[in-house]
Structure formats: C-alpha cells, structure tokens
Antibody
Framework: EVQLVESGGGLVQPGGSLRLSCGAS????????MTWVRQAPGKGLEWVSF????????YYPDSVKGRFTISRDNAKNSLYLQMNSLRAEDTAVYYC??????????WGQGTMVTVSS | EIVLTQSPGTLSLSPGERATLSCRTT???????FGWYQHKPGQAPRLLMY???RRATGIPDRFSGSGSGTDFTLTINELEPEDFAVYYC?????FGQGTKVEIK
C-alpha cells in the first residue's frame, strides 16, 4: 500500500524549534518529488516547501524562508522538515505529500504543530 | 505571483444535484500543473483531478474538470452524501481558498 506517515508534531513555545518526519512506503521514494503543505485552524491549504527527488531543487514560500528547512534521506525513505524560530501563525496541521504530474497525489494524515506559550 | 480565486465560497445543494465550482487565476496558466482536491475534516486531502481534466486513480466519473487559460471548473454530477466537503484548486504551489459544498 502506498503510504505516507508524518510524525514529530507537538506543542512548542514561540521561538522554538521542531523537526517533522514523514515516512514513505509502498513506492520508490527516491523517484518522487515531495512537499510539505499545512492547514492552519479554520484556514485553507498552504504549501510550505518542496524538494526534488534527488534533494534538489528546494523551494519555500516567503512565509517560511530562512526559518524552515526541508530535507530527505532516500536510503531511509524519509522526508523531514526542520522548523526554527516558530511563530503562533505556524500553528497548523502539517501534511507531507508526493508530487507527480504537477499535482499532489498521495498525502499523509498530518501532524499537528501548536506554537503557544 | 499567480493568485487562485475560487467561487462561490459556499455551495448549498441537495444530494442528487449538480455542483459547479469555479477557479480563476490572475494569469493564464498551463493545464499540466493544475489540480483539484477534496478535503474532509480530520482526513488527508484527496487528489481528484490533475492536468485540469484528468481524473486521479479511483475517482468516480461523476467528477469532471474542465477549463484553460484563467478559468477552470470542477463539476460534480449527482452529488452523493460523501461528496459534501471542501474543494481546493491548485496550480504549482498555490492553492485557492476553497469552496465548501454543504448539504442544503
């Protein structure tokens, strides 16, 4: 079964850091581009990072550039998101998603990140 | 930056009716990077359409996508109870703000 499973979410204070992980199974992870997408409470979907199948290219929106770092370990079938200098507005459910043919075809169930003192 | 604007914000319909959702972009875009998603509370988003008009694996044929340039449409024929959800359009990294299809 093709599957993505996120982990690493939780409660963190403003200015703190958190590292999210996404484990992939059921497909050749190293062949696919991957992304992180988030949904803040009561809001829509917002893309937060992209990484090519081999680790490049990497893209971020301005809202997280310089604070978030996406990476992957193809040997471990894993995707990561290092989040630093977290703000209240980063509170959201974070999804990892596989990108193919210009769309995000497989999504994980999401992991909740809450930034609050 | 291309902005995607979806309309209406909320669509109130009864099961069996047809839903027509619109997504307009601020610049002409290529169909190849255009998609539609269904999202229900507590679940992962689900890809419905890619390439603007191609159904993703396992998507029923009551879902159809059309459009080009700056105007795109998702049509759901004969709404089933499980179709009531929020729908998002997407181009590259950008999502629209969503259209909620609710039971009338």
């Amino acid at each position: 079964e093709v599957q993505l499973v996120e982990s690493g979410g939780g409660l963190v204070q403003p200015g703190g850091s958190l590292r999210l992980s996404c484990g992939a199974s059921g497909f050749t992870f190293s062949s696919y581009e991957m992304t992180w997408v988030r949904q803040a409470p009561g809001k829509g979907l917002e893309w937060v990072s992209f990484i090519g199948s081999g680790g490049t290219p990497i893209y971020y929106p301005d809202s997280v550039k310089g604070r978030f770092t996406i990476s992957r370990d193809n040997a471990k079938n894993s995707l990561y998101l290092q989040m630093n200098s977290l703000r209240a507005e980063d509170t959201a459910v974070y999804y990892c998603a596989r990108r193919v043919l210009g769309a995000f075809d497989i999504w994980g169930q999401g992991t909740m990140v809450t930034v609050s003192s | 930056e291309i902005v995607l604007t979806q309309s209406p914000g909320t669509l109130s319909l009864s099961p069996g009716e047809r839903a027509t959702l619109s997504c307009r972009t601020t610049q002409s875009v290529t169909n190849s990077n255009f998609g539609w998603y269904q999202h229900k509370p507590g679940q992962a988003p689900r890809l419905l359409m890619y390439g603007a008009s191609r159904r993703a694996t396992g998507i029923p044929d009551r879902f159809s996508g059309s459009g080009s340039g700056t105007d795109f449409t998702l049509t759901i024929n004969e709404l089933e109870p499980e179709d009531f959800a929020v729908y998002y359009c997407q181009h590259y990294w950008t999502f629209g703000q969503g259209t909620k299809v609710e039971i009338k």
